[in-house]
């Protein structure tokens, strides 16, 4: 699984990050994306409606976000 490490990152950064990451992902393909911002958490869950979205804080401010490219 390939991780896209965006921690500190603000928007468009992750977006870009993670759709590039997934350009290069074959169908059924998990990516793991790693934020500190909620509002990247909700810009990745806009922006990738068509694939398999699921995320979890695991901890306090730090969430990891998993995307499986259909």
């Known amino acids: 699984m390939k991780t896209v490490d965006c921690l500190g990152d603000m928007c468009p950064i992750p977006i870009i990050k993670t759709r590039r990451a997934l350009k290069k992902a074959n169908s059924g393909?998990?990516?793991?994306?790693?934020?500190?911002?909620?509002?990247?958490l909700d810009a990745i869950i806009d922006n990738f409606k068509k694939h398999r979205i699921e995320h979890e804080e695991v901890i306090n401010g730090v969430w990891e976000i998993f995307i499986t490219k259909n």
């Open 29 to 40: 393909e998990t990516i793991k994306v790693v934020t500190d911002h909620s509002c990247v």
